[in-house]
């Protein structure tokens, strides 16, 4: 069965950095996309980033372009997320989701979630 | 807030049925496939709907999906206590080039 494990989350300045990962199995790793996707507490989801199967672009929603940058290695199955310049703003549960299908834009399997904390 | 806009709740006696409903844009639901998620309480969201209507496979056929322009609707019938949780809708849009959810929608079987 999918599992999506993420690891990494805690407690940052702002201004600081934190690097999440995210470890896959139970499906082919490497024939899917993979997202990020954050949900502030007690509030909505919010898309953060999209690397597709092969990892030859990135997409990321406006409120971290230029901070966060996704990234694979489908040797280890596994996703990341470089979060750097972190923002009050910027806690959240962020969950790892594997795309439904390639070009779908969207996904079925999420992750359990890791908590991301930025308070001085 | 959000581009695409849902009730912030809707209830319903057990038993009965109630849909939630999902407004966007010619650039979003207009021209692309909506999802649902149910997010049950602590835990991560899980795929109800994808592509429009269909069902994936292990969810009831008392969920049900449905688009028309740039609106959707989900269908819950037969309501039971365990269906309480926050449901989202959300899908592509090709002028923002980014997934959009729903601001979610809080689901109380009184």
């Known amino acids: 069965q999918v599992q999506l494990v993420e690891s990494g989350g805690g407690v940052v300045q702002p201004g600081g950095s934190l690097r999440l990962s995210c470890a896959a199995s139970g499906f082919t790793f490497s024939s899917f996309a993979m997202h990020w996707v954050r949900q502030t507490p007690g509030k909505g989801l919010e898309w953060v980033a999209f690397?597709?199967?092969?990892?030859?672009?990135?997409h990321y929603g406006d409120s971290v372009k230029g901070r966060f940058t996704i990234s694979r290695d489908n040797s280890k199955n596994t996703v990341y997320l470089q979060m750097n310049s972190l923002r009050v703003e910027d806690t959240a549960v962020y969950y790892c989701a594997k795309d439904f299908r390639a070009g779908s834009g969207l996904f079925d399997y999420w992750g359990q979630g890791t908590l991301v904390t930025v308070s001085s | 807030q959000f581009v695409l806009t849902q009730p912030p709740s809707v209830s319903a006696a057990p038993g009965q049925k109630v849909t939630i409903s999902c407004s966007g844009s010619?650039?979003?639901?207009?021209?692309?496939?909506v999802f649902w998620y149910q997010q049950l309480p602590g835990t991560a969201p899980k795929l109800l709907i994808h592509?429009?209507?269909q069902r994936p496979s292990g969810i009831p056929d008392r969920f049900s999906g449905s688009k028309s322009g740039t609106s959707a609707t989900l269908g819950i019938t037969g309501l039971q206590t365990g269906d309480e949780a926050d449901y989202y809708c959300a899908t592509w849009d090709f002028a923002l080039s980014a997934v959009l959810f729903g601001g979610g929608t809080k689901l109380t079987v009184l």
């Open positions: 010619s650039s979003n639901i207009g021209n692309n496939y």
């Open positions: 690397v597709p199967y092969d990892g030859s672009s990135k």
């Open positions: 592509d429009n209507n």
